[in-house]
């Protein structure tokens, strides 16, 4: 049974920088895609990146392109993501999914198997 835990998440000033990690136990994650969604009260999930770490492959959402920057550890069976100049539009709550194989979309949540409980980020002064 594949599992994920996120962290990292917290309370970040406008311009700041977060790194949430993503964990992956139960399976070696390199025949996964392993992805970030963002979720606000009262919308739907928004993915923001997704990254195959067996092949090194990544795509970033347009919302946080240049901003953000995914990083593993093999070793340690882990995601990263790291981003920054945040503003308040970053806030939510962070998920991190994964689904067997290379396929990482950014558009449809339902493709994606495994979901972690999810990491809090605020971003106020």
């Known amino acids: 049974q594949v599992e994920l835990v996120e962290s990292g998440g917290g309370s970040v000033q406008p311009g700041g920088s977060l790194r949430l990690s993503c964990q992956v136990s139960g399976d070696s994650f390199l025949g996964y895609c392993v992805s970030w969604w963002r979720q606000i009260p009262g919308k739907e999930r928004e993915g923001v990146a997704a990254h195959y770490p067996g092949g090194g492959s990544t795509n970033y959402a347009d919302s946080v392109k240049g901003r953000a920057t995914i990083t593993q550890d093999s070793g340690k069976n882990t995601v990263y993501l790291q981003v920054d100049s945040l503003n308040p539009d970053d806030a939510g709550m962070y998920f991190c999914?994964?689904?067997?194989?290379?396929?990482?979309?950014?558009?449809?949540?339902?493709?994606?198997?495994?979901w972690g409980q999810g990491t809090q980020v605020t971003v106020s002064s």
């Open positions: 999914a994964a689904r067997r194989g290379r396929v990482c979309g950014l558009s449809r949540d339902t493709i994606y198997n495994y």
